[in-house]
C-alpha cells in the first residue's frame, strides 16, 4: 500500500509564507497525480493544488499567484510553497495522491493526516 506522510504547515501571520512537504512510501508500482486538499470548520474539502507526474499542475482560482507546488518524482514527494496567505487559507491541508501500488491491478486515492494552516490577521 501506500503511505503520505506530511511536514510544514503552524501558524502565520498575514502575507506570510509556509511550505507543505509530502512524502509517499510504500510498494507504489506508479504514482500518478499528486496534491493538497484542505478542508475548513464547517466547511467542505477543496482542491488547492495539484501536479501530474509529467509536472502539469492545476490551482484553485483563489490560491493561483500565491501558491505553487512542486514535486520530485525520483523522491516521491510533492511541496506547496504558500506565499501572500491570507486568513482565509486558514484550514487544515491534506496531501493526496492517485497511485498504482505493486501487485495491484487499479490505482486509488491515499491521503495524507492533515496538518493545521492558521494565519492570524
Known amino acids: 500500500q501506500v503511505q503520505l506522510v506530511e511536514s510544514g504547515g503552524g501558524l502565520v501571520q498575514s502575507g506570510g509564507s509556509l511550505r507543505l512537504s509530502c512524502a509517499a512510501s510504500?510498494?507504489?508500482?506508479?504514482?500518478?497525480?499528486m496534491g493538497w486538499y484542505r478542508q475548513a470548520p464547517g466547511k467542505q474539502r477543496e482542491l488547492v493544488a495539484a501536479?501530474?507526474?509529467?509536472?502539469?499542475?492545476n490551482y484553485a482560482d483563489s490560491v493561483k499567484g500565491r501558491f505553487t507546488i512542486s514535486r520530485d518524482n525520483a523522491k516521491n514527494t510533492v511541496d506547496l510553497q504558500m506565499n501572500s496567505l491570507k486568513p482565509e487559507d486558514t484550514a487544515v491541508y491534506y496531501c493526496?495522491?492517485?497511485?498504482?501500488?505493486?501487485?495491484?491491478?487499479?490505482?486509488?486515492?491515499?491521503w495524507g493526516q492533515g496538518t493545521q494552516v492558521t494565519v492570524s490577521s
Open positions: 493526496f495522491c492517485n497511485a498504482r501500488p505493486a501487485m495491484i491491478r487499479n490505482p486509488y486515492d491515499y
Open positions: 510504500g510498494t507504489i508500482f506508479r504514482l500518478n497525480s
Open positions: 501536479i501530474t507526474s509529467g509536472g502539469t499542475t
